[in-house]
Structure formats: structure tokens, C-alpha cells
């Protein structure tokens, strides 16, 4: 539940993920809402979509996308927050779409195997990497964290993408959700 140790965190943070299905609770549902009023609007505010059934509404998805200026879901997600708000036309189209709607700074989707894209000024996708899968949690979050550092430095696009993929990728080899990763896919500036 919300309290002022959690202000003074909002206060200082230059950038908070948060998912619907951290939502799928009330309490924190309210505890969510209230960091992020907290949170200086400069403060990048990425809302992981997690649709998992059946801790997800259609209003506490719309309610995600207008608390977030960025989103991060995967392509899954796309098809159901596509049909939720009528969105047409290609991938990108549709990522664009739901970037001018909710007025986004990105949007992006992972595609698994067929790598990432985002959407913000302009469209850029990085492939997949080809890699022997061992366990799949952990690899969304993975790419999340990586996505929200690459961002903050100010790298382009093309970097951050492929430097998630990289982290994304080594996660889905390892078991587990959380592997150290080698030395090569920690950040450095």
C-alpha cells in the first residue's frame, strides 16, 4: 500500500515499469496510480502490458496505457490491444497508432524468434538471434530492463534494440528467470 517512503522514491526516479498485471490486486492497483502521480512528468513511465488471464480488464489496460508514456508489449499483446481499440493496418502501423492515441513517447514489441521493434519518430527493428531456448521467463523483463537503460543514455534505437535482443536472447538460454549475465551484456557506458 502507498506511503511516504514510496513518495520520496517517486520523487527521485527518472524512469518506473510498471504492468497490468501487478495490477490485477486493488491495493496495489491504487499503490501503482499513486507513484505514478508522484513521479516528475520529465520520469520516463513504461507500462509492461502482461495480459494474463484472468488478471487483466479492458479498463485497467486503457487506464495502464493513459498513466504510461511508454509501452513495452509483445506481439501476443499487440493482437488483443489491436482488437480491444479497433487498430488496423500492418504492425508498425498499429504500434503508431497506439503511440499517437495515447501519445507515447515509444512503443515497443518483442516478437520472440522474429526479434523487436519500436515505434517513435520512426519505425526500427532488430532481428532475432538464433538461439537454443532454455526457459523463456525472465527474457521479456530482461529486454524491459535493457530497453529503459539503452533509452536513458540516449542510444539510438538500433542500439537499444540490439542490446536487448542480446540480453533477451542469453536469458532465454540460461534456466531461471534471473542468470548473471556474462560480462559482455552488462551495461557500460
Same mark, same amino acid.
Given at each position: 500500500s502507498w506511503n511516504t517512503d514510496l513518495l520520496d522514491l517517486a520523487r527521485g526516479a527518472h524512469a518506473v515499469c510498471f504492468g497490468t498485471l501487478g495490477q490485477r490486486n486493488a491495493i496495489s492497483?491504487?499503490?501503482? @496510480?499513486?507513484f505514478l502521480s508522484a513521479v516528475s512528468q520529465d520520469s520516463l513511465r513504461? %507500462? &509492461?502490458v502482461n495480459l494474463r488471464s484472468p488478471h487483466w480488464t479492458e479498463e485497467i489496460v486503457e487506464n495502464s496505457f493513459g498513466l504510461a508514456n511508454a509501452v513495452? %508489449?509483445? &506481439? +501476443? +499483446?499487440? $493482437?488483443v490491444v489491436s482488437r480491444l481499440w479497433q487498430l488496423d493496418g500492418s504492425v508498425s502501423d498499429q504500434l503508431q497508432a497506439l503511440r499517437?492515441?495515447?501519445s507515447l513517447r515509444f512503443v515497443a514489441l518483442t516478437m520472440g524468434a522474429a526479434g523487436a521493434m519500436v515505434a517513435s519518430d +520512426?519505425? #526500427?527493428?532488430?532481428? @532475432? %538471434?538464433p538461439i537454443a531456448v532454455a526457459d523463456t521467463v525472465g527474457a521479456g523483463d530482461a529486454f524491459t530492463a535493457a530497453l529503459v537503460i539503452g533509452y536513458l543514455q540516449g542510444w539510438d534505437w538500433s542500439r537499444v534494440l540490439g542490446w536487448a535482443n542480446r #540480453? $533477451?536472447?542469453?536469458v532465454a538460454t540460461q534456466p531461471g528467470a534471473t542468470? $548473471? %549475465?556474462p560480462k559482455d551484456l552488462c551495461f557500460s557506458q
Open positions: 492497483r491504487k499503490c501503482i @496510480g499513486e513504461l %507500462l &509492461d513495452k %508489449l509483445n &506481439d +501476443e +499483446e499487440l $493482437a499517437e492515441r495515447f +520512426e519505425i #526500427v527493428s532488430s532481428p @532475432g %538471434l #540480453v $533477451a536472447s542469453y542468470p $548473471a %549475465l
